[in-house]
């Protein structure tokens, strides 16, 4: 079981580090946006490019964050129902979700999306706005990175899920899925 509790902790160390690479975009993304607003507003010029790069930079930190949010247990359910069983029916239902519902679509949308940035790197594909950015792959290819990110999360979650099940005691600082830390002290 020490090895479960270690593996988790591994894993939610890589979500953590995603969710900081997300947040750390933020300040680009801000920077972005003020010199767009100051440019357009004050000096009357547009930069395409510019534009672009705000809403690259917002897919970006979107995509990165949903690993976070897996391992943060900030994703939408129906708390109506989960929330009144006991923990270990809660991690029953959290690994089989996981396992039914996550690991699918991850793999699925991981897929297709390396399709999909390939086939734009293959024909050198760019904005078709005059000014755009070039390298569309780039922005493409946050998909399946995204989404090879989620996946590598939903195992921790999975686990940590797993943990609970079996009765191991992890970490008293956790603030996954079944901590007391955001089960037992939402609003």
């Not at 949903?66 to 809660?90: C, P, S």
């Not at 005691?169 to 956790?174: E, I, S, Y």
Request: proline share 4%.
């Amino acid at each position: 079981m020490a090895i479960l509790l270690k593996t988790e902790r591994m894993l939610d160390r890589f979500s953590d580090g995603v969710g900081a690479l997300s947040a750390i975009l933020m300040v680009p993304l801000v920077a972005n946006v003020f010199y767009d607003v100051v440019m357009r507003y004050l000096l009357n010029d547009v930069s395409i490019g510019m534009q672009e790069l705000e809403w690259h930079l917002y897919s970006a930190i979107f995509l990165l964050g949903i690993a976070y949010t897996l391992k943060a247990d900030g994703h939408v359910r129906v708390d109506v129902i989960h929330e009144r069983l006991d923990a270990r029916w809660r991690a029953l239902i959290d690994m089989c979700g996981t396992v039914i519902f996550i690991w699918p679509f991850c793999l699925l949308i991981a897929y297709f999306g390396l399709e999909f940035a390939q086939g734009a790197y293959s024909i050198g594909e760019t904005s078709g706005d005059p000014g755009g950015l070039p390298y569309r792959w780039v922005i493409k290819g946050m998909i399946p990175l995204s989404f090879a990110c989620v996946l590598i999360s939903s195992v921790g979650f999975f686990l940590r899920a797993l943990n609970e099940f079996l009765g191991s005691k992890g970490d008293a600082n956790n603030t996954g899925p079944m901590s007391a830390n955001t089960r037992e002290n939402r609003p």
